[in-house]
């Protein structure tokens, strides 16, 4: 069985083919940010360039996978209320499923990665914006609405919003604006080096930005008391970037009047891969009766993600 998966954000979709659980085919366009019609077209030649025979997609916004609903996304309104599945599936002839991106990182990393040895955490993908998703028990929770883990919308004072200040585009924004240089100019890869290089400005920006997410982590723990939060995205890869957040959970623990236990911060295993793969592993859920693993069997499964 060859299946394509997608995993669409805000600025790209990233896709792999899949065949006997290994990529055969990889690849990075931009996303069609106009029209509904211009996103299927573009997902629809990636199918038939890939000779696969179902689609797994990753999406950002509240998605109903059990009916194959986008309810409502900020960053690709014009699927609000579409029923992709139905929709995709028609234009492309083929099997369709669909899951919250930040929940096939989730399924990913509980049951193949960061969060495989843990019943319960808590997974943070940092991007265009923030996803979150929650594991309870070893699983997915969805929430009443299918909205829990929508921590890209959580209030930062009265005017801010989470993603509004801890997205990757935040941060690359107030780097830019203390250099005094156009947004442009400023790639992750450029801060990185600024911040691997002990640059003042750079380091002060990036703690600035992580002491923020420190205090998201604490508050959240303190009602959802899980043993790990993984931190996802690209910009996991940044090793600063995950220290940076833990330093400045332990000076919050430091300060707090009385002793909390430590929640452990983890990058995740399956880093940008961890949305294909959860889309991967939802779709086989769905349509295949012998789809069955443990955490032990990830190796076999992905073995060139290793």
Request: aromatic share 10%; glycine share 8%; hydrophobic share 45%.
């Amino acid at each position: 069985m060859k299946i394509l998966t997608a995993d669409v954000g805000g600025t790209f979709i990233k896709y792999a083919a899949w065949e006997n659980m290994t990529a055969y085919l990889r690849g990075k366009i931009s996303t069609p940010l106009a029209s509904r019609t211009d996103f299927f077209n573009a997902i629809k030649k990636i199918y038939e360039e890939s000779g696969a025979e179902g689609i797994a997609l990753s999406l950002p916004g509240v998605i109903d996978s059990a009916r194959g609903i986008c309810v409502k996304s900020a960053a690709l309104g014009y699927n609000n209320g579409c029923n992709i599945v139905n929709e995709l599936g028609e234009l492309c002839k083929c099997p369709v499923a669909v899951e919250n991106d930040a929940r096939c990182a989730a399924m990913a990393e509980a049951k193949f990665g960061a969060l495989s040895d843990v019943e319960d955490g808590f997974v943070m993908v940092f991007g265009t914006m923030i996803g979150g998703a929650l594991i309870k028990n070893h699983e997915v929770c969805k929430g009443a609405n299918n909205s829990a883990g929508e921590i890209s919308f959580m209030r930062i004072g009265h005017e801010k919003i989470f993603s509004d200040v801890c997205s990757v585009p935040a941060l690359l924004k107030g780097y830019a604006q203390i250099k005094n240089l156009s947004t442009e100019k400023i790639s992750g890869e450029v801060f990185f080096q600024a911040v691997n290089k002990n640059e003042n400005d750079a380091v002060t920006c990036l703690d600035k930005f992580t002491r923020r997410i420190a205090e998201i982590i604490f508050n959240m723990q303190l009602v959802i008391d899980v043993s790990k939060f993984a931190i996802g995205g690209g910009i996991s890869a940044q090793p600063a970037f995950v220290d940076s957040i833990r330093d400045n959970l332990e000076k919050i623990y430091f300060t707090s009047p009385i002793e909390f236990n430590r929640v452990e911060i983890v990058p995740c295993k399956f880093r940008n891969d961890a949305n294909l793969i959860g889309a991967l592993a939802h779709y086989l859920k769905i349509f295949s009766t012998i789809f069955s693993i443990n955490s032990s069997s990830s190796a076999e499964l992905f073995p060139n993600l290793r």
